[in-house]
């Protein structure tokens, strides 16, 4: 016999910004789904029922026709389903293949951030999320869109307009303005470089985009990369954080990794396991459907916890430790099915074997500061916020 969603009332949203695992927790102990009243939301946090979901396109819909993306950003294929997604997916995916990672994007994401570094090492302490971490993930990025030149803080600014104003479900006119704003920023900075970039084809996204066959509409370059924007600049960002603090926060594992380089990979998956950059991304039911004994109606909007889902202790044991010797275990931070991450393997290069090792070698001595702890916020997008360190200069 199944069950309807269990409602929980109870919840803080502060609480869920400020730790959600605690609430995790209980969400995952109480039933498949549960609608939590502070999301508005039903979120489902297991790790087996989020792997099961994501098995299941044709049911689980990464559509959602009231979605405020689509009115922020445009009608973008990841929010779509089937041939519509692939003709986009496959549009990009020149820019993401292993040699282009390997021949194309390494060496310039290493000069970037050999200039970062370079450039903090005199002063002997930092907060890592502005000297190096958003720097670092919004030039990255600015090259691998293939925009013009910009100061780092534009690309990032436009990210945050844009994600606020996906998020903005309280219509607030100040939020929207910004995204709005944001979105004519965007289509500037593409239209004053796709010319460029169709006449002469390379590695970069846009031209991925224009030269693509069938080439990808104008409306569709412009939604897409308002995507990519809002969400390929956070989690590199964030992931970078969390395996510092990860590895500064275990100083045996930091030894490690430092006296065995090649453990930097499995330190970067733990991390992202353990502090998911994405905690929470939607699908919604197509039909009415049981999951694992909860009756799910058809049309319900649902936030899948991946989050959540990496701190299963049916699926990791100890899971709120960060650890980088724990038996290799596939986790969810990269999403799952046909929208599995499109960055994964770009970001495993960047932030496990350029910048982690880099920082580690160069800023010598690398520790975290007593007196200025380091702050970890949000749910649907979590990470350090401020990362405050010192090192012998
Ligand atoms: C550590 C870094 C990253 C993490 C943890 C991450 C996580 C994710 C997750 C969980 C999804 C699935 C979202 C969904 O299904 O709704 C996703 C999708 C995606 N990511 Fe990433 N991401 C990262 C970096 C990047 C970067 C750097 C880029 C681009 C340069 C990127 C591009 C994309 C794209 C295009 C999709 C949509 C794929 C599709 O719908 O087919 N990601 N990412």
New binding site residues.
């Given amino acids: 016999m199944t069950r309807a969603v269990p409602i929980v009332a109870d919840i803080a949203y502060h609480d869920l910004l400020d730790d959600p695992y605690p609430i995790f927790r209980r969400l995952r102990a109480t039933a498949p789904a549960v609608y939590v009243e502070a999301a508005k939301l039903t979120l489902v946090t297991r790790f087996a029922d989020i792997a099961a979901i994501e098995r299941d396109p044709a049911t689980y819909s ?1 559509d959602n026709p009231t979605s405020l993306v689509n009115k922020v950003m445009g009608p973008t ?2 929010r779509k389903d089937g041939a519509e ?1 692939t003709i986009g ?1 496959k549009a ?1 995916e020149p820019s993401f293949r292993p040699a282009t990672i390997k021949d194309h994007w390494a060496p310039k994401f290493t000069v970037i951030c050999e200039r970062l570094v370079r450039d903090l090492a005199e002063a002997g302490e930092a907060d890592l999320f502005t000297a190096l971490a958003a720097p670092m993930a919004s030039l990255a ?1 600015m090259e ?1 869109i293939g925009f013009e030149p910009m100061p780092w803080q534009r690309l990032a600014e436009w990210s945050q307009a844009l994600i606020d104003g996906a998020g903005n479900y309280a219509g607030d006119p100040e939020v929207e303005r910004k995204a709005m704003q944001a979105g004519a920023d965007v289509d500037a900075a593409i239209e004053a470089v796709l010319d460029r970039h169709r006449e002469s084809p390379n590695p970069t996204i846009l031209s991925s985009m224009v030269n693509a066959d069938p080439p990808m509409p104008i409306e569709a370059i412009r939604a897409n990369i308002k995507v ?1 924007i809002g ?2 600049l956070n ?2 960002r964030d ?1 970078i954080l969390t395996l510092v603090l990860g590895l500064l926060a275990n100083p045996a594992q930091k030894q490690n990794v430092l006296a065995q380089p090649e453990l930097w990979p499995a330190a970067l998956e733990e991390a ?1 396991r353990w502090i ?3 905690g929470m ?1 939607p699908r919604r039911a197509t039909r009415t459907v049981e999951l694992s004994g909860v009756t799910l109606p058809q049309d319900l909007q649902i936030g899948l916890c ?1 989050g959540a889902a990496n701190r299963d202790d049916q699926r990791f044991p100890d899971p709120d430790s960060f650890d980088i010797s724990r038996p290799k275990q596939s986790h969810l ?3 799952a099915g ?2 599995f ?3 994964t393997w ?2 495993r290069l960047t ?1 496990g074997r350029i910048v982690g090792p880099m920082l580690f070698e160069r800023l010598r001595n690398l520790r975290l500061r007593d007196e200025a702890p380091p702050i970890v916020r949000g749910w649907v997008f979590r990470g350090p916020v401020s990362l405050p360190v010192r090192w012998d200069a």
């Fill in positions: 990464a294929f990841m997604h997916r990009i990025l691998m990519i969400g390929g989690e590199p992931a992202v998911s950059p994405i991304y991946v931070a990269f999403g046909p929208h991450c499109a960055g770009v970001s932030v």
